[in-house]
């Protein structure tokens, strides 16, 4: 076996470099872990992956995180090191056929240790992602995947388990106009040959734009550079010119579209408007079904404030309405409206936790029967039953409060809060227990 280049240097002469017309964030590619920036948790001092590498020890990885994170990095990375047969597939390109060739080829070569790389591993359906199993299982493949969705929710658990799960962050402001600088001014791999220049003030803003996406941030300097003459000074006033018409990251249906929805309605709950609007845009700007912001808002209504505020169900649903008649861009001020109300009303979530309680109730306990003075009382056979026989009908006592009780063995699983309007309940309904216990102290 061939000698293993150090993971820390630069890997061997051997190893194919990287053609000159390819995009730039494929020439600025880290080639070794000591060139990769930011994931600290993953390559840092004492951490589990660098030393899996250094082994060649590793069994299936799984690296998952947003586009630009260095997901495929990593997988290179691990190829040059490694003197083992490498071969890279995207799920979005490949078939069961490929998949399938590739495999028995990997168990007629077992000294190869063949080591799969499949790209966007997320798009493989579940037949797709079994076929893997016994072949990583035996030790056929060593699977690395790359995937911008949660495993948990994309990924098969059998073949999950069986993998060794790396989680990316997006990388920071910082770490992004490093890479945009090495990449500005290198001459063998980045934009050096063309002798512009830039402050680095443009290449902060450039990094804040790129949001956590080093791909991104590259493809981006590559073209203000390229659409300026040889020698050209990139400027703020360029910058903003190109970035008037970016994207923010949102992927519907992803992970930032779930953890938003969330970051929305924690701020409604907590009573920040402000936060909530900013998340509210963030969807909005990112493409969001309006309809899916104003069902969460249906939901909040009662779930966070109910009986706080019933004013705020009433609301949330003719904002939905709204959203249904109007639809987009001026259903955004119908959302705006319902969200900042929300947001402001006073909090309660008593009839969610009675509903809860009530259901545990049922479900640990033995069900109780109708009593008999509630059943329907409709037809001969009920009513010789005695049906109802024993009902004390409410609008005949004072107050409407008979003293029966709707319980064989009554039990209480609602109890008011102090805030907003319930505190107006929480006296009504503590007036009506001491008429009952009136009522039936007097009979």
Avoid at 81 to 105: D, G, M, P, Q, W
Avoid at 140 to 152: D, K, S, V
Avoid at 263 to 273: N, V
Wanted: aromatic residues 8%; proline residues 5%.
């Amino acid at each position: 076996m061939a000698e293993q280049t150090d993971i820390f240097s630069t890997p061997s002469q051997g190893k194919p470099k990287t053609s000159p017309s390819a995009p730039l964030a494929a020439r600025m590619r880290s080639r070794n872990i000591s060139e990769i920036v930011g994931q600290n948790h993953i390559v840092g001092e004492n951490c589990l992956l660098p030393r899996l590498i250094e082994s060649g020890n590793f069994g299936s990885l799984l690296f998952y995180g947003p586009p630009g994170s260095g997901k495929t990095t990593f997988a290179e990375v691990i190829a040059a090191h490694s003197t083992c047969k490498f071969v890279r597939i995207n799920a979005v390109l490949s078939n069961v056929a490929e998949l399938r060739e590739i495999l028995k080829i990997a168990r007629y070569e077992p000294e190869a240790r063949t080591i799969l790389f499949i790209d966007e591993i997320h798009r493989f359906n579940k037949s797709q992602q079994d076929l893997l199993l016994p072949d990583v299982e035996a030790g056929n493949i060593r699977l690395i995947g790359a995937t911008t969705h949660n495993p948990g929710f994309y990924i098969n658990a059998p073949l999950l388990s069986r993998s060794h799960l790396f989680k990316l962050e997006p990388l920071t402001e910082e770490a992004i106009s490093e890479v945009l600088n090495k990449a500005f001014s290198d001459k063998e791999n980045g934009l050096g040959n063309h002798k512009c220049t830039i402050k680095s003030t443009v290449i902060s803003k450039l990094a804040l734009y790129s949001q956590g996406d080093l791909r991104r941030g590259l493809n981006s300097l590559e073209v203000l550079v390229l659409s300026q003459p040889l020698g050209s000074n990139i400027t703020e006033t360029q910058l903003e010119a190109f970035a008037s018409e970016r994207q923010i990251r949102y992927d519907a249906n992803e992970d930032e579209h779930y953890d938003t929805a969330s970051a929305y309605i924690k701020s409604m709950r907590g009573g920040d408007p402000d936060a909530a609007l900013y998340w509210l845009a963030k969807m909005l700007l990112g493409g969001e079904d309006p309809r899916f912001i104003a069902r969460r808002l249906v939901i909040l209504a009662s779930e966070d404030i109910s009986l706080a505020d019933s004013r705020a169900l009433t609301l949330a649903v003719s904002t939905f309405q709204a959203c249904e008649f109007i639809g987009l861009p001026e259903c955004e001020h119908h959302l705006a409206h319902a969200t900042v109300f929300l947001a402001l009303c006073p909090k309660s979530n008593s009839t969610y936790s009675a509903l809860a309680k009530a259901k545990e109730a049922i479900r640990n306990q033995p069900v109780q029967e109708v009593p008999l003075w509630l059943r329907d009382s409709h037809g001969k056979a009920n009513k010789d039953a005695g049906n109802s026989k024993e009902y004390l009908y409410s609008h005949n006592f004072q107050d409407s409060i008979s003293g029966q009780d709707y319980m064989v063995n009554p039990q209480s699983f609602y109890t008011p809060k102090e805030n907003g309007s319930e505190k107006l309940l929480a006296e009504r309904l503590a007036n009506w227990k001491r008429i009952k216990q009136a009522i039936r102290a007097g009979s």
